[in-house]
């Protein structure tokens, strides 16, 4: 199969194409894209008819900004709607050995239409894949992850992808639930961020509670709603009121200054979070100087996009962070994505392993 097949938000496809093509390009691999504006859907046609699966393995997801999900497949089109399941079984009888079925559609109005069908199909089909052994019975995690993604009631994408470099979300969203006493709904934003950026089995000393916090622009306080959440002892930087629930928890305290002249007192800060609306390069500016400082051990901030060419803004912007503390010497780990509960933005976490003392003593 010589297609990647990836899920975005609605209105980035432009977005998602520019950034498959730019890791294509760096392994050596040539293309074209097919996207339809508001579709929330890009596929990737590799000119050679192996490379597709070679780009799955070799460029890591978590690098993949704006794509949701990916697999490697083909387009199934003109199926016979009394029988779709002989169709997508024959399509998928030379596919490695999957451990688990997903049956999925766009994240679209038109999409949306399709869900109560996938839930129908997904019993008879996983029957008919278990019957020519091209799906397990019982749920492996290890094993390859068969998808099937409908864009028509008689047209679907079908393929795989591997269950350590993809999203293991169906759908590759989050079901979060918003909280009823959080002041914003920017809240769901970090608590994805946290979910995404901290594997699951260090949560427990990377998130926890007794930590210290800053939140730069918090007012009204919807991130440091998480940070209180998660037991943590927050100084929210902002020249606006605070939610006065937030401020009785007695684990926050507010300074009433400009977020980009606030700098703590102490190196003693665990997390960083930032959500201010300003230009990209300004915030990446003092995201810079805040981990090559070593006033935080950890960051998480947003980047407001322009309305075109963002994945050039995200690129520049990640470069940049990249270049100048690799220049000042600080180790450090560094990841972006478009989050499920972002908009015009994408949320970027700088982990700061080292810092060399004589940078900022």
Request: proline share 4%; with cysteine.
């Amino acid at each position: 199969m010589s297609c990647i097949v990836i899920y975005c938000r609605a209105g980035f496809e432009n977005d998602a194409a520019a950034e498959i093509t730019h890791h294509a390009s760096q392994h050596g691999v040539g293309g074209y894209v097919k996207a339809k504006p508001n579709s929330a859907l890009v596929v990737y046609h590799c000119y050679s008819h192996d490379e597709a699966e070679y780009l799955l393995k070799k460029i890591p997801f978590k690098d993949m900004v704006f794509a949701r999900q990916w697999f490697v497949g083909k387009q199934i089109a003109r199926m016979p709607i009394d029988d779709r399941v002989t169709s997508l079984c024959e399509a998928a009888k030379e596919f490695p050995l999957c451990g688990e079925l997903r049956v999925e559609t766009c994240d679209t109005n038109d999409g949306k239409e399709f869900s109560k069908f996938c839930k129908k199909i997904s019993t008879p089909l996983a029957k008919g894949l278990e019957k020519q052994e091209t799906l397990l019975r019982q749920q492996v995690k290890n094993r390859p992850i068969l998808h099937v993604l409908f864009i028509a009631s008689d047209t679907a994408y079908v393929g795989y992808s591997f269950s350590f470099n993809n999203s293991a979300l169906y759908m590759g969203i989050p079901r979060l639930r918003y909280p009823k006493d959080a002041p914003s709904r920017s809240t769901l934003k970090l608590d994805e961020a946290f979910m995404v950026f901290v594997p699951e089995d260090e949560q427990e000393d990377r998130v926890r509670s007794g930590m210290k916090a800053v939140d730069l622009g918090a007012c009204p306080g919807g991130w440091t709603y998480q940070l209180v959440r998660r037991g943590m002892f927050v100084q929210a930087i902002d020249n606006g009121p605070m939610d006065q629930a937030l401020m009785e928890s007695g684990q926050v305290k507010h300074y009433r200054e400009d977020g980009f002249k606030f700098r703590p007192e102490r190196r003693n800060i665990d997390w960083l979070v930032c959500d201010m609306v300003e230009k990209p390069s300004r915030v990446t500016e003092l995201m810079i100087d805040w981990a090559v400082n070593g006033f935080a051990k950890e960051l998480i901030f947003n980047l407001k996009l322009p309305m075109k060419k963002r994945f050039d803004c995200v690129y520049e912007n990640m470069q940049r962070i990249d270049q100048e503390l690799r220049e000042y010497g600080v180790k450090f780990n560094l990841q972006a994505k478009h989050l499920y509960h972002d908009r015009e933005e994408v949320t970027v976490h700088v982990q700061v392993l080292r810092v060399p003392q004589n940078v900022y003593s």
